[in-house]
Every structure is written in C-alpha cells, then in structure tokens.
C-alpha cells in the first residue's frame, strides 16, 4: 500500500464507520413507525453525517463513503481501477464493524439496526402500499442516481466548490424523506450490508447490493452524455454588421 493510499482509505474507513454507525444507528433507535417526523428525523441524521465527514475527508478522499459512488467516480474516470477496488472493500468492512458495534451497544438485533426492508402494507391516507423487489429495486436505483449526480456535477466536476458536502448532505436528506418508508433509502451497499450481516437478515439482499450500483451506471451516461452535448453546442452566432450606406 502506497503512502498516498494508505491515508484515503482510513479516511473512507472512518467516513463510512461513522455515517453507517449514525444513520443506521437512528433508523434503529427510532423506528420505522415513528410516521413522517421520525422519517425526517433519520434522514437528517444521515444527511448532516455524510456532510460533515464529506466536508472533513472530501479533500483527502473525496468522501465516497458509498460503493455506488466510487463505482460512479471510477466510471466517469476520476480514479483509478484499483484504488476503486480499495475504496469499495473499506466502505464494506467499516459498514459490518459499525453495525456489529450498533449491536454491542444497542444490546442485540431486536431493533433491526437499520436493516432495510421493503414496505407491506404501508398506510398512505386512504390506501396501502407494499412495494415489490422490483418496484424497489427501481427506488433504489433512482434513489442513487440521484446522489452519484449530485456527487459528479459538484465535487467532481467542481462547479459547487467547496460547497459540495452541503449539496451531497440535502441529498441524502430528500433521498431519505422521500424513499425512507418505501425501501430503506439507503441506496448506499454497504450501509445495507453492515446490519444485514450484524442482524443475520438477508432478506432482498441482491436488491440492496445491486440497484445503487445500476442507478451510479445511469449517472454517469447521463453526466458524460451532457458533457458531450454541452461541448458540441454551437458558439453564439456574431452580430450582423450593419451595412455601409
């Protein structure tokens, strides 16, 4: 391990340590029943994490702190295959150690420790929902594509500048608001995988892994497609001379 790698992957390491640890930690605590000021509670506590360890790591290790970010860093060519390789197995194992020590100090699985689950018959006024593997695993994708957007048009593309933590942070938070009681929202592998692996719970597991990795994909057609347009855009046409009399 190189000297310049070694301090990015403790960054990612520590990122995602705390980001799992506070977000699935709140989903834990306060429960999927706590109706919307509950849900915007846990979406807050994920956004203001990933902002503030985005703000504290960005410079060092671009604040992945996501496996379906790096992959979308990596594809719109901004790293390197095998550091992404790095990123990607640290955000993996600091989710598990985070949910394992949820577990520790939570006292066991009983509050699922942020295990995400598909909504069954979830209120929503006069009806119910239950949302099926594939209608989630669409949520997820889009839920992702939102973030690795975000993540590509201001801290890798640097038109937000050193504002791209607080872009990245209200994205978590609407993702969540929005997604929270369908899915999860996590639409981040290994905040998925850490309380699956801590709980025992591997229900969907495929969906959680899979759908954040399709939606960063999307991203970054769509980052490179608007590039490519932005670039062949005509230059605004010279004014007429005006004729001599």
């Given at each position: 391990m190189s000297n310049q790698t070694a301090p990015k992957l403790l960054a990612e390491f520590i990122g995602t340590f705390s980001f799992v640890f506070i977000g699935a930690g709140a989903a834990a605590i306060i429960g999927s029943g706590a109706g919307l000021a509950g849900m915007g509670a846990i979406a807050f506590a994920h956004g203001l994490a990933i902002m503030a360890f985005a703000f504290a790591y960005g410079s060092v290790s671009g604040g992945h702190f996501n496996p379906a970010v790096t992959v979308g860093v990596l594809l719109a060519g901004a790293m390197r295959t095998g550091e992404a390789v790095g990123y990607i197995v640290t955000q993996l194992i600091a989710g598990i150690i985070a949910a394992l020590l949820l577990r520790v100090v939570l006292g066991g699985t009983a509050t699922g420790l942020g295990t995400p689950t598909l909504a069954n018959d979830l209120a929503l006024g006069a009806t119910t929902l239950t949302i099926t593997p594939l209608a989630g695993f669409v949520i997820e994708a889009v839920l992702a594509f939102f973030l690795?957007?975000?993540?590509?048009?201001?801290?890798?593309?640097?038109?937000?500048?050193?504002?791209?933590?607080?872009?990245?942070?209200?994205?978590?938070?609407?993702?969540?608001?929005?997604?929270?009681?369908?899915?999860?929202?996590?639409?981040?592998?290994?905040?998925?995988?850490?309380?699956?692996?801590?709980?025992?719970?591997?229900?969907?597991?495929?969906?959680?892994?899979?759908?954040?990795?399709?939606?960063?994909?999307?991203?970054?057609?769509v980052h490179k497609g608007l590039a490519r347009l932005a670039r062949q855009s005509p230059t605004a046409a010279a004014p007429l001379s005006t004729p001599a009399e």
């Open positions: 690795v957007t975000v993540v590509l048009s201001t801290a890798v593309a640097g038109r937000a500048g050193n504002l791209a933590p607080l872009a990245i942070g209200m994205t978590l938070t609407f993702n969540i608001i929005t997604g929270g009681a369908l899915t999860g929202a996590d639409f981040n592998p290994a905040i998925s995988l850490g309380p699956m692996v801590a709980t025992g719970n591997f229900n969907n597991v495929w969906l959680y892994m899979i759908a954040p990795i399709v939606g960063a994909v999307v991203a970054v057609l």
